[in-house]
Structures are given as structure tokens and as C-alpha cells.
């Protein structure tokens, strides 16, 4: 009976190192698991940045000139919108002594289309 009982108790031991090498092994497979994940996680950031690297430098490369032609544009209106100002300040005062010279000089005259009934 000893021996079944210290056969039993080697079982139950052994059953239970088995256990903890079980266990053992899910924490490095776990481990392992996050390890890798982490690992995929940077390597899919460092393939992102590079990425969006690439593509701000394709559209500073498209867009730099269009930035270019968009500013001459904004430039020209800003230079006639200055020339149409200075050309009112300008005109200004003759145009209104103008104005009021044909309002206030009324010359009645019949119209040359205008016909006698007869």
C-alpha cells in the first residue's frame, strides 16, 4: 500500500510539474504573441510615415506650383484692384463736375424726331 500511495504521490508531483510546464509555456507564447504584435505594430508605423512622407513630398512637388501660380494670380488682382482706386481718386472730381454740369445745364430743345401734326 505504501508503494501505490508513493506511486500516487509521484503521479500527482509529476501531474503538477507537468501543469506548471504548461503554464510556463502559455506565458512564453503569450509573450512571444504580444512581443510580435508590437513588433508588426512598429514596422506598420515605420511603413505609414514613410509613406505619408512620400506623398507630402508629392504634393509639395504638385502643389508648389500651382502655390506659385496662385499667388501671381492674387498678385495681379491685388495690383489692378490698386490701379482701378488710384484711377477713381483720380477721376474722381472731374467726373462729378461733369455729372453735375450736364444735370444742372438744361437746354429745352425739341427732339428732331418729332413731328407737327398737320
Known amino acids: 500500500m505504501a508503494s501505490q500511495s508513493q506511486g500516487i504521490q509521484q503521479l500527482l508531483q509529476a501531474e503538477k510539474r507537468a501543469a506548471e ?18 513588433e508588426a505594430q512598429m514596422e506598420v508605423d515605420q511603413y505609414r510615415r514613410e509613406r505619408e512622407q512620400e506623398f507630402q513630398s508629392k504634393q509639395q512637388a504638385a502643389m508648389g506650383s500651382q502655390g506659385n501660380l496662385s499667388a501671381e494670380v492674387e498678385q495681379a488682382t491685388r495690383r489692378q484692384v490698386q490701379g482701378m482706386q488710384s484711377s477713381q481718386q483720380r477721376n474722381r ?26
Open 21 to 38: 510546464k504548461v503554464a510556463d509555456a502559455r506565458k512564453r507564447k503569450a509573450r512571444r504573441l504580444k512581443q510580435a504584435k508590437e
Open 93 to 118: 472730381e472731374r467726373v462729378l463736375a461733369q455729372l453735375l454740369g450736364m444735370v444742372c445745364d438744361v437746354r429745352p430743345q425739341v427732339h428732331p424726331n418729332y413731328r407737327i401734326a398737320a
